[in-house]
Structure formats: structure tokens, C-alpha cells
């Protein structure tokens, strides 16, 4: 131990192999630039690209990149109705589908923490929805909803309830579409609240037992403002995947009925891929990535803090 | 002399058969010359392999057939065409797609390659031709299949004498084929009844309808309401390149006014959907229908006790007229090639052997070859009669939707308002109003029409 404390920080920084004359600062950036290459190709230059495409004309099927058109495509789908409309079905479905996972995810967790045998089994199966891809998930999802078929429909009748058109009724597209979600993302949230449940000091809870404290106490003084840190980092994480919504409507609904379920990637696609107007599909995608930037600004900006102080304090 | 003339056809044609079978056998798998081919997966992949066979036997060609799913055909295809990759040397358009491909120089025109080989030109069934091959004057290739639409019917409903009797009871007018939409209407009303009553003199086990449709989120509902609009004397286009707004909303008002008579799976299926209502005994008659569909259709008769189908044109003698059509792409290295491939697949032989195959053929001379209107085939071709008297009776009929270079744009599009009305979502009126505005925006004001 008095050895290994003893040997220089920049031997044990640096491999014996190295160049003596590398820099820790070079060796640095030697180290990085694999993933700045990755970073670069596949991330920054189509991000360059689609920027230079939002300010020209570019219909794919007239040919290559066209004039430069200013901010004319900004303002064509800024005044654009069935975008907005789209924004508004993203963050409807965002919102429900994101506070019923949190609020599901937690109890299952706490009901599984508090469980006295077959835990393993339970985190395993609850695995199964997230081991699968959502084009394949939700093709079954599709089957169970079938109005003729489907099997929901069919225990529905046996118990003589009524047997909604889940995918085909306007009404209800959008939240059989978060009912799936639910489905699939709610596991999510129970394992990485479990793991922070099982991962919490025994101390305070014994000493607030002793004190007599009540559950609701307990959970208010103590788990929740422990479990923050996690729970805030799940609930981002969900956010910006729902607000990415696209999988689930592809295979579900293809945005209808009519545009009920069109949410902002599916319109993005069917703008760029169905239309081949790349410059308004581009647009959007840059404002997408502004408001998903700005967005994640904010919500993570307390934990960035908190990461922040941590690094300063160790 | 009549014999020896015989005898030397006979012997003509076995030294040509021997030259082309020797040629083919003298030709190594390193000199085939290598096209591809992108076309629908499931759409007689089988049969398609087979007819590939046969062309590879006769030419030193090795054609890669790649099976894309019908909704990612076009994206895939424009985006290579646009790159110029050459990945296609033949691509498979849809009818709305051609006008598209052709305005922008993403396919090559056929016109010379066809010169000398009129005969099998003409052999397309003309209405077809006119609609999935001409543009501005030229060919653009072949169609190998068509889905032209009619109607198809349960027959053993129409035949029963309890209903005829009820049926003329309640309108006054014998059960029989619909020869107007009005009829249609009455028929699909007719027949939609609830768990508990009788159809044929027999209880009902579950809901029976009156009509199936294709109103999910997929374009065959504009499909099956062109024929209707057709019917009115208007099209989806005006000469004008505008979307005729009160021609749209009556044709959709009186597509709402069937939905109550679907099922409620009709806002969510497409063709196939209404082929396992059919099969599973739960709907009487199709609206507008794809006739290739008649192999699946018969099928009913299998699986429903006491089902006899029938086949017929669709009300007023109008109906979808589609086909996929073969062209070759500008950017094919092998262009002689794919046109070889374009002229044998679309030809008489390959398209004989397609049709046995349970195909529906675009050629007059299979559709009207007697071996397909036996007994036999009625199961695989029941169709062909029908399909020949549709495009009798549409001769000379073109769509401006099929004339304009943004027709494939619109065709991807259209769907969207109608099915919404469908739905229930917005009225008839607010789908043609959104329909109008959206291919304003789709070409940028009224659309150019190329016939």
C-alpha cells in the first residue's frame, strides 16, 4: 500500500509503453478522439447538413440541393397546422404516458422491495418487455387490440363490457397508444426505482422506526428526498424518449385515425420520406433538436450541479 | 402444301428453341450480365421466382430480385433513383407513381424498344395500358399485374329466396348484382344485422355487416372511393390541376354513409382485412374492390358452411384501374437488359404461366385464353371475365392523378382526411377542403397535368 502511494502521479497516469514525449494533455486527447471521429461523422456533419438544408429549397424527388431560401422553410412550418398539431399530440402523449409510468414504476418498486420471496423471478419477467423492440411489441400489441380478433376485445365480451375500437375509435387511439407504452416502459421505471430503493442506508429508516415515525413520514422525510437523484434521472431519461415517439405509432396506428396519433417524428417522416420535402423535414428536425436542447438544459441542470458538487467535493 | 408450311414452322421454331436452349446452356454464371430487380414482397414472390427462371434459361442474365414491403417500395426507390446509384436496373411502380418517375428522369422511356414489337404492346388490356404506361406520348414500360377493382360479392345470400323475399319487401326492388351506388347502399343496410337474427333462415351467432371496406390508415381507401368519384363524371384532379372540392365531399358523404353498415376493424384494415371479414363469414359485399384479391375471396367458400362467391363489376361500370408497372431505371448499367427483362415478364408466355399461378394478368390474350374461364379455374381466375368487361367498359378513361409528376405525393397524402372523415374525426366536407389544400401545397398551387 505505502508503495503504490508512493509512485508518482504522472507514472501512473501514463502507460509504460508511452512516448516520453507525449503530454498528458496530448495523451488526453489521443484518448478521446476515436469518439470525437464517431461524434463528428455520424452526429455533428448530418447535424451541419440538415442546418444547410433548412435554409434551402430541397425537394429530393426535383433533384439535389436547391437555392437558398432564408428563413422561408422556418416560417413555412412555424405557420405549418398539422405540425403543431403533431407537437401537441407528442406532448400529450409525453405527458400521460411518462406520469403513469413514474407513478406505476414507483409503486411496483416499492411493492417488489417489500415482497419477502420470488423477487428475482419478478425483476426477470419484468425484463421481458424491455428485451423486446417495439416494432416487434407492438405488432402484438396490434393483434391484441384487433376489434375481430384480439384477445382484449374477447375477454372484454366474456364479461359483457363494451369492446372499444382501440385503434380505429379517435377517441381512444392516442391512449391505446400510451397504454402500450405504459406496458413496455413501466418495468423501466420499477427496476431502476427498485435498485435505488435497495441501495438506501438502513440507518435513518431504524432510527425513524424507534422514533415512532409514521410511513407517510418516513416516505416523505426520508425515501423520497433520497430517491430524488434517481427518480429525477429516470424521469428525463422517459421524457425524451416519449418525446421521440415514433416506433410504437409506425406499428400501431401509422398516425391515424386521420392524424390523431401523428406525433412529431412520425410527421417528420412522412414529410421527408413520404413527400421528400428534405428542407421542411430538415427544418423541423433542427427545431426539434432546439427545443429537445433547451429542454434537457433545464431538466438537467440540477443534476448537473449536483454531479458538479460531488466532483468538487471528492 | 398446307402440311409441308406446318412442317416447316415446326421445324423453324425447334432450331430456334435449339439455338436459344444452347446459347442459355453455353453461357457461364461468370458472363451473366447481373440486374436487379425491386419489387413488393409477398406479392406472388413464388410465381415471380419461377418467371425469373424462365428468363434467365433464355438470356445470360442473372436478375436479383429484391422484395421490399409495399410501404417502403416507393421511398426505396425514389431515394436510389434520385442518388443515381444504379442499385435498380428495374423498379416497380405503382399507377400514381409513373408520371413521377418518368417527369423527373428517374426511368427510361421504352417507346423505341417497343417499335418493332407493337403486337405485344397492344396486347396490354388498353385501359390498363393508357393508365400505368403512357405519359406525354411515350412508354414507360409494362405492367405485369394488375388490382384493378370490382365488386365480390356473397352470390349465396343474393340467391336465397327468404332474403330475395325481404329484400323486395323492404325496397321494392329485386336483390341482385348493384348496378348503382344507390342499390349498393340499400343492399349493405340490407344485410347488416345483429347477433340473434336470422340470415338464410339461421340465427346469428355473432354481428353480420353489409359491407366491407378498406378504411384504415393506408391509401386503398382513395382506391376504393375513385370509382365512385369516377362514377360522378369527376376525377381527383380537375383539368385545372385543383382537387374538385364538392365532387370529394359527395363522394365521401356517401362513403360515411356506408361505415355504419362496416364492421368497426374498417377503420383500421386494408384489403386483407376485408378478405378475413369475408372468410370469416362476417360481411356480404365488398365496396370497390381489388379483383386480384378473387383467389383469397373464393376461399370463403371453404371456410363459411353454405358460401358461394360472386364476382362482378362494380356499380355504375366504374372502378380503380391499377397495375404495377415494370420500368427500367435511367440509371441501370445493363438498360438493354432490364428492357429484355421488362419485355419477358410483361409478355404473353411468362404472363400465361403467372396467371396458372393464380395471378391476374394484364394481357388481353390471357385474360381471354378459354382455359381460364373453365370450371376448373374458377377458383384462380374467376375474375378474368369480369376484368375484361371493366376495361371494355372503361375505354378511353384516364385520371388526372395518374397524368400529374406529384401524383405519387398526393396519393400518399389523400389518405389522411379521408380516413379523419371516416373516422368520424372531421366532416365530408372538412376532408375535401384539407384534401384541396393539401395538394395545393403538394404542388405548390394547381398541379401540372402531363397526359
Known amino acids: 500500500m505505502s508503495q503504490s502511494m508512493s509512485i508518482p502521479a504522472s ?5 509504460a509503453t508511452m512516448s516520453a514525449g507525449m503530454s498528458d494533455r496530448w495523451f488526453s486527447i489521443l484518448l478521446i478522439t476515436p469518439a470525437m471521429v464517431v461524434i463528428l461523422v455520424f452526429a455533428l456533419l448530418p447535424l ?20 437558398f431560401v432564408g428563413l422561408d422553410n422556418y416560417r413555412i412550418v412555424l405557420a405549418d397546422e398539422a405540425f403543431w398539431k403533431s407537437v401537441g399530440v407528442t406532448l400529450q402523449f409525453t405527458v400521460s404516458a411518462v406520469v403513469l409510468e413514474m407513478v406505476l414504476g414507483i409503486a411496483i418498486a416499492f411493492l417488489i422491495n417489500g415482497a419477502t420471496a420470488g423477487k428475482g423471478i419478478i425483476r426477470s419477467l419484468m425484463v421481458l418487455p424491455l428485451a423486446t423492440s417495439a416494432a416487434v411489441t407492438g405488432l402484438f400489441w396490434r393483434y391484441l387490440y384487433d376489434t375481430q380478433f384480439g384477445l382484449i376485445n374477447y375477454f372484454l365480451g366474456l364479461l359483457h363490457l363494451p369492446q372499444p375500437n382501440w385503434l380505429g375509435d379517435y377517441t381512444i387511439a392516442l391512449w391505446s397508444v400510451v397504454l402500450f407504452d405504459v406496458w413496455q416502459w413501466t418495468p423501466f421505471v420499477a427496476l431502476i426505482a427498485l435498485a435505488g430503493l435497495q441501495a438506501l442506508p438502513k440507518e435513518p429508516f431504524e432510527a425513524a422506526e424507534l422514533d415512532g415515525a409514521s410511513t407517510f413520514r418516513v416516505l416523505r422525510t426520508l425515501t423520497f428526498p433520497m430517491l430524488k437523484p434517481v427518480l429525477f434521472l429516470v424521469l428525463v431519461l422517459r421524457t425524451i424518449d416519449s418525446v421521440r415517439l415514433y416506433d410504437a405509432v409506425a406499428v400501431l396506428t401509422r398516425g391515424g385515425p386521420g392524424t390523431t396519433t401523428e406525433s412529431m417524428t412520425f410527421y417528420l417522416y412522412r414529410t421527408g420520406l413520404k413527400l421528400f420535402r428534405m428542407d421542411y423535414a430538415s427544418t423541423m428536425a433542427v427545431f426539434f433538436l432546439y427545443a429537445m436542447l433547451v429542454a434537457s438544459l433545464f431538466a438537467l441542470a440540477p443534476l448537473l450541479k449536483q454531479f458538479s458538487t460531488r466532483a468538487s467535493e471528492g | 402444301m398446307k402440311q409441308i408450311l406446318i412442317a416447316g414452322a415446326v421445324a423453324s421454331t425447334a432450331l430456334v428453341a435449339t439455338v436459344g436452349a444452347a446459347s442459355a446452356q453455353a453461357c457461364n454464371d461468370a458472363d451473366r450480365v447481373p440486374i436487379t430487380w425491386s419489387t413488393i414482397a409477398g406479392f406472388y414472390t413464388d410465381a415471380m421466382a419461377k418467371l425469373v427462371s424462365g428468363f434467365e434459361a433464355k438470356n445470360c442474365v442473372k436478375v436479383n430480385v429484391v422484395n421490399i414491403d409495399n410501404s417502403q417500395l416507393y421511398n426505396k426507390q425514389v431515394i436510389e433513383m434520385v442518388g443515381q446509384t444504379g442499385a435498380y436496373d428495374v423498379v416497380t411502380l405503382e399507377t400514381s407513381e409513373k408520371a413521377e418517375f418518368a417527369e423527373n428522369g428517374f426511368i427510361l422511356p421504352m417507346t423505341d424498344y417497343f417499335a418493332d414489337k407493337k403486337a405485344q404492346l397492344d396486347d396490354v388490356a388498353p385501359t390498363l395500358a393508357a393508365l400505368t404506361t403512357q405519359y406525354k406520348g411515350d412508354v414507360w414500360g409494362l405492367p405485369y399485374y394488375t388490382y384493378t377493382a370490382g365488386y365480390i360479392y356473397r352470390a349465396d345470400l343474393f340467391d336465397d329466396p327468404t332474403e330475395q323475399a325481404a329484400f323486395k319487401a323492404k325496397y321494392g326492388y329485386d336483390l341482385a348484382v348493384p348496378t348503382t351506388w344507390a342499390q349498393h347502399r340499400d343492399i349493405a343496410e340490407f344485410f347488416t344485422r345483429k347477433k340473434g337474427d336470422k340470415l338464410k333462415g339461421e340465427e346469428l351467432t355473432k354481428d353480420f355487416y353489409g359491407v366491407g371496406l378498406m378504411a384504415g390508415p393506408f391509401p386503398e381507401i382513395q382506391d376504393e372511393m375513385s370509382g365512385v368519384l369516377w362514377s360522378q363524371g369527376a376525377d381527383w384532379l380537375t383539368d385545372d390541376g385543383k382537387v374538385p372540392v364538392d365532387a370529394v365531399e359527395k363522394a365521401m358523404d356517401d362513403y360515411l354513409k356506408l361505415v355504419k353498415f362496416a364492421p368497426p376493424a374498417a377503420l383500421t384494415v386494408t384489403y386483407d382485412g376485408v378478405m378475413n371479414q369475408m372468410k370469416d363469414g ?5 365496396y370497390s374492390f381489388f379483383l386480384d384479391q378473387w383467389p383469397n375471396a373464393v376461399t370463403t367458400e371453404q371456410s363459411v358452411p353454405g358460401a358461394r362467391m360472386g364476382v362482378a363489376e362494380a356499380p355504375e361500370k366504374k372502378a380503380y384501374i391499377g397495375g404495377f408497372l415494370l420500368a427500367v431505371s435511367a440509371s441501370s448499367t445493363h438498360p438493354k437488359e ?13 404472363q400465361m404461366e403467372f396467371a396458372k399461378a393464380g395471378g391476374t394478368s394484364t ?10 374461364a373453365t370450371p376448373e379455374s374458377r377458383a384462380k381466375t374467376g375474375h378474368f371475365a369480369t376484368l375484361l368487361k371493366i376495361f371494355d367498359d372503361m375505354k378511353g378513361f384516364r385520371s388526372n392523378l395518374f397524368d400529374t409528376p406529384f401524383g405519387a405525393k398526393i396519393y400518399n397524402t389523400m389518405q389522411i382526411p379521408l380516413q379523419a372523415a371516416a373516422a368520424g374525426q372531421i366532416t365530408a366536407r372538412q376532408a375535401a377542403e384539407q384534401l384541396a389544400s393539401d395538394v395545393e401545397k403538394i404542388c405548390g398551387g394547381p398541379c401540372p397535368i402531363g397526359k
Open chain 1, 48 to 67: 451541419a447538413y440538415a442546418l444547410d438544408v433548412s435554409f434551402r429549397f430541397a425537394d429530393l424527388t426535383r433533384g439535389r440541393l436547391g437555392d
Open chain 2, 282 to 286: 362476417q360481411i356480404a359485399q365488398t
Open chain 2, 338 to 350: 432490364a428492357m429484355d427483362f421488362v419485355a419477358y415478364i410483361g409478355g404473353h408466355d411468362a
Open chain 2, 363 to 372: 394481357l388481353m390474350s390471357v385474360l381471354s385464353d378459354p382455359q381460364f
Open chain 1, 11 to 15: 507514472q501512473t497516469r501514463r502507460p
